[in-house]
C-alpha cells in the first residue's frame, strides 16, 4: 500500500477528511479506482455538512416570493448528495471482512 494513498487530498475539509481516514485506517484503499469513489463519497460528505449547516441556520422551511412556506430548497441537494456518496461507498464493496494481518476473527 501506498502512504501517500492514506493521506486525504488537500481538497477535503474537516468531515470529508476524517471519512477518508476512517475508511483508508481500516481498509487502505490505493488502486486508481477506489480512490475515485472514495474521494467522491468524501466531498459529498463535506456537501452535506455545509449544507446541513445551513438549512440549520436558515430553518427548514423558507419563505417563497409568494408568501409560501416551501421546504428549504437544500433539503433536495442534500438527498442528491447523500445517494451519491451512498452509492460511491457502496461500490467500493465496504461491506467485506477487511485484509488482516492473521486469520481469525477480530477481538471484540
Known sequence: MRNSALKPP???NKVGRQLWNSIQLE???DDPGGLSHLLTACRSE???ERMRETVSQDGDLVTDRFGQKQPHP???AIRGLETTK???L???N???E???ERPGRTAP
Open 94 to 96: 465496504l461491506d467485506i
Open 46 to 48: 463535506d456537501d452535506i
Open 86 to 88: 451512498r452509492q460511491a
Open 74 to 76: 437544500l433539503l433536495v
Open 10 to 12: 488537500k481538497v477535503l
Open 27 to 29: 481498509y487502505g484503499i
Open 98 to 100: 477487511p485484509l488482516r
Open 90 to 92: 457502496s461500490s467500493l
